[in-house]
């Protein structure tokens, strides 16, 4: 029996959900192959994995700038140097698991585990197949570190495989497949009883609206922007989504209500619920995360660009809008501008969900699956 592993690493939401994914369809596609989901960083260093992952959410919560910097830092120079010898010691303790497994194949949907196994295969001490799932939009070097002894490389879009040519990687391990996302968005649902279960108007537009989840990033703009939706966009509704964030709930309740809008506004804490509400949608306006945005565009969701992380997140939004998909609100532009402009031109917004056609890639876990396993 192959014996396939999935790493992955718990630097926010796009890693997991795609490991997910690809775990999911091996289970249920695969019986023959014995397969296990695994943090690579938990498994090697629980207090570096804890100190890490909470220093990670701490400067994208509250200093995205400095986070920025680090994410462009270690493409290059010390911290590049830090993260990637960092990675070599930590690469024994994965052999551990990997040798008493005797894996066939690795699946990465993080640089740090892709870095280990192909540091673990140079120094031959491993012989799997490995396979990394690169889960945004632009190419980061951290990804490709090693690259020699990676079998496959899967990226969301054409762009982002020919700078991983330029940089170097032999473009026949390069597979334009998308980022995995679940299975449910290729699902067929029933609109009319969502509209009925989440109280809305079938007959009016729905704009779906993220405000940033458990980061909550610049909340007084987040407000500020929907409060523009509100009181321009009258013929609409709006689900507007706090995640786990309780004061972003609140101030979305506390706006509502001062809008008198709640016969147009309909807001939810953490929902499963996201695949559906998108089936209804008319657009969506999001920070532009990899899995937000690969959800979106699977959808057919023209977007609105708001609060991406500086780093790979501004990267994303650069992409999405110079592809016509997104139209991205700066920090310094007017909301009430930006978004009158767009909504004066509904062939516009056409266009951009058209657009999306192209970008758009529902079978990623299907391709990326048979690709590495075989049909």
């Given amino acids: 029996m192959k014996k396939v592993i999935i790493f992955y690493a718990s630097y926010g939401g796009g890693h997991l959900s795609a490991a997910k994914s690809i775990l999911q369809y091996i289970e249920k596609n695969f019986p023959l ?161 969502i509209y009925e279960d989440f109280k809305l108007d079938p007959e009016k537009k729905v704009i779906l609206f993220f405000g940033g989840g458990e980061f909550g990033l610049g909340k007084d703009r987040t407000v500020q922007i929907l409060k523009t939706l509100i009181d321009k966009l009258q013929d609409f509704q709006i689900v507007a989504v706090s995640g786990k964030n309780v004061k972003m709930k609140e101030a979305f309740e506390e706006l509502v209500l001062s809008c008198n809008a709640k016969n147009r506004v309909v807001i939810l804490g953490f929902t499963d619920k996201v695949p559906e509400l998108m089936s209804i949608s008319y657009m969506v306006v999001t920070k532009p995360g990899g899995l937000t945005t690969t959800e979106s565009l699977a959808s057919g969701l023209p977007m609105i660009i708001i609060n991406p992380i500086p780093g790979q997140e501004e990267e994303n939004a650069e992409f999405l809008e110079k592809n016509g998909v997104g139209v991205w609100i700066r920090k310094n532009d007017n909301p009430d501008e930006v978004i009158s402009k767009l909504f004066e031109d509904s062939e516009k917004i056409e266009e951009m969900r058209e657009k999306t056609k192209s970008l758009c890639k529902i079978n990623s876990t299907k391709n990326i699956c048979e690709i590495v396993l075989g049909k």
């Fill in 33 to 193: 192959i014995s397969v296990a989901m695994i943090d690579c960083m938990k498994y090697v260093n629980k207090p570096i994995e804890k100190m890490t992952t909470a220093a990670y959410r701490e400067m994208a919560k509250k200093a995205p700038k400095l986070w920025g910097k680090v994410y462009s830092g270690s493409q290059k120079g010390l911290l590049s140097k830090i993260s990637k010898d960092s990675n070599k010691l930590l690469a024994n303790k994965l052999n551990k698991l990997l040798q008493e497994k005797n894996v066939d194949v690795v699946i990465s949907t993080h640089p740090f585990s892709s870095q280990m196994v192909s540091y673990l295969k140079r120094k031959e001490k491993l012989n799997c197949t490995l396979a990394t799932i690169m889960t945004d939009f632009a190419m980061h070097k951290q990804w490709l570190i090693g690259h020699e002894y990676t079998d496959y490389f899967f990226v969301s879009n054409e762009t982002m495989k020919q700078d991983i040519i330029n940089y170097g990687v032999a473009k026949e391990k390069i597979y334009v497949t998308g980022i995995p996302m679940s299975n449910r968005f290729t699902e067929n649902f029933d609109n009319q009883k």
